[in-house]
């Protein structure tokens, strides 16, 4: 077969990691050819796209501070190049659990620094239509991101403007000295596969450890719209129309599209243990986190031909923290600095 279609990189996967990475290769006037196939599980088509700064559990920033504005700062360039709009700057309430939280969140706020993402506090039962009895606080800036919107306007960019080829990689087909997958060949390849690089033959030696997570969307018929996203044990973003999506579960065994009945028994305890209206399950979908033990995300150049590359293991907070990471690693990829990364790549496990 002859070689006829030269790239700088072939990217494989389409979901969050894929196209944040094409969109920065592509602005960096870089030819780019995406290989993807929508494959069951993958974690973007289902995430509730949550952007939440800070923990939760410790009431800590989750991520270093920085992140968040280039977050914001990338999905409203997108915005524009696509024409579209999918970010959603939406404040965050935690409700607690006990007032012993709330002290300790009142603490954080005074001593711990946490007063650049902690607006307000909240007296209790504020809400007619939740249990805040142990009252709240406002989080801001927060938000979210309507995932698929922006993962199916960037594949139209990306059929319509670069190359899009939609099929499973065939690992027989690709000749990794070359760096050619059938009659292509690219000066590298970046793969972008999500939880499923544990079928990768250069990558599986990473540590994934993927973590399934069950989604519900939800209609509260007394409420059309609440400006907040409502956050405790689970979180509850409102999409409009009386619709709100309800997330999430964390399985570490199933790695599966299949919903479980201990995770909608889950979600559906946790909705109630919140409202205090009358909801109704509209539907629910499943998908596998790309998640690592150490936390720490997957990027970087195989460690025995530097023409094969990784960017992946963006875990439970992929919109988040993808915008910077991949605004970085394209950079070393194309040549625009040389600088070492400011985060830990995959040289950490060889
Ligand atoms: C239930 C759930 C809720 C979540 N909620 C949030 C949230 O609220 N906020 C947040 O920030 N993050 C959330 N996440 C995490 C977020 O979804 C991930 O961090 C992110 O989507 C990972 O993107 P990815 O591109 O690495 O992987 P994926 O989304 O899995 O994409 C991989 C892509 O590669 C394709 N692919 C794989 N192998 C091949 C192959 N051989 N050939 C061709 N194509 C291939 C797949 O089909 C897929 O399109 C959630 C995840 C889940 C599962």
């Not at 670069?162 to 499973?168: A, D, I, Q, S, T």
């Not at 907070?317 to 991949?326: A, E, F, K, N, Q």
């Amino acid at each position: 077969m002859s070689l006829n279609k030269k790239f700088d990189f072939i990217i494989v996967g389409q979901g969050l990691a894929g196209t944040l990475l094409a969109h920065d290769l592509i602005d960096a006037n870089k030819s780019v050819m995406i290989i993807d196939f929508n494959l069951k599980a993958s974690a973007s088509r289902v995430a509730a796209g949550l952007i939440n700064p800070i923990s939760m559990k410790r009431c800590i920033p989750a991520i270093p501070s920085f992140y968040l504005p280039k977050c914001f700062e990338r999905y409203r360039d997108l915005e524009k190049k696509l024409d579209s709009s999918f970010l959603n700057l939406t404040p965050l309430l935690r409700l607690f659990d006990s007032t012993d939280t709330n002290d300790k969140w009142k603490d954080k706020y005074i001593s711990g620094g946490m007063d650049i993402y902690i607006k307000e506090f909240i007296i209790d039962n504020s809400f007619s239509f939740l249990d805040d009895s142990s009252s709240s606080a406002i989080i801001e800036p927060a938000g979210h991101l309507d995932v698929i919107n922006f993962l199916d306007l960037s594949r139209i960019y990306f059929s319509k403007k670069h190359f899009l080829l939609e099929e499973k990689f065939d690992f027989s087909q690709f000749n990794d000295s070359k760096i050619s997958y059938k009659n292509y060949i690219a000066d590298a390849i970046i793969f972008c596969e999500g939880f499923r690089v544990r079928e990768n033959p250069y990558f599986n030696y990473l540590p994934i450890t993927p973590t399934k997570g069950e989604v519900m969307t939800i209609r509260i018929p007394s409420l059309e719209y609440f400006d907040k996203i409502v956050s405790k044990g689970v979180y509850i973003i409102p999409l409009g129309n009386y619709l709100y999506k309800v997330g999430a579960t964390y399985n570490r065994t199933d790695f599966t599209d299949k919903l479980t009945k201990e995770g909608q028994v889950f979600l559906n305890k946790k909705i109630t243990d919140i409202l205090n209206v009358d909801y109704e399950v509209v539907s629910s979908v499943a998908g596998v986190r790309p998640t690592v033990r150490d936390r720490k995300p997957l990027i970087g150049m195989h460690p025995k031909n530097p023409r094969l590359g990784i960017f992946n293991g963006l875990g439970a907070r992929g919109v988040l923290i993808g915008p910077y990471l991949s605004k970085q690693f394209s950079k070393v990829l194309s040549g625009v600095h040389n600088q070492e990364l400011d985060f830990e790549t995959i040289a950490r496990f060889s």
